[in-house]
């Protein structure tokens, strides 16, 4: 069954920006990021997904490439939204480049913050993240 996904263009950001900080924030990783536009592709109408998120699937792992290809800067997410995706991207044992805060600080963010988790899971079903 097939669906409309939203939140995947430069006026409605909201789903693209949420998995570009996770990228980011070390919570997913190239291949999680691929993975996400297949199940994306494959569970959505053709007409409402965006030609980047075809061009997505096949980019290898330069990080840098993805702003190329999607051309456009989603809004980032709050101070507290980004420590809760710093939390998952510990908890799920992923090397964290030049993290902010400390893995305890992490923790307490995704513990105060359950609906960035619930997000997480909503987004990227695909992930097993026991917790």
Not at 80 to 106: C, M, N, T, W
Request: proline fraction near 7%; charge should be negative.
């Amino acid at each position: 069954m097939t669906g409309t996904v939203t939140g995947l263009t430069q006026e409605d950001d909201q789903t693209i920006g949420f998995v570009l900080s996770c990228l980011y924030n070390d919570a997913i990783d190239m291949h999680e990021l691929r993975r996400w536009c297949e199940h994306v592709i494959i569970t959505n109408d053709m007409p409402d997904i965006p030609q980047y998120m075809f061009d997505l699937v096949s980019v290898g792992d330069e990080l840098g490439k993805v702003s190329e290809i999607i051309r456009f800067s989603p809004k980032g997410l709050t101070k507290q939204e980004d420590d809760a995706l710093y939390g998952i991207a510990f908890h799920r044992g992923k090397d964290v480049f030049d993290p902010p805060l400390s893995p305890a600080a992490a923790k307490s963010a995704l513990v105060a913050r359950p609906d960035v988790l619930e997000h997480f899971r909503d987004t990227f079903p695909f992930i097993d993240l026991p917790m």
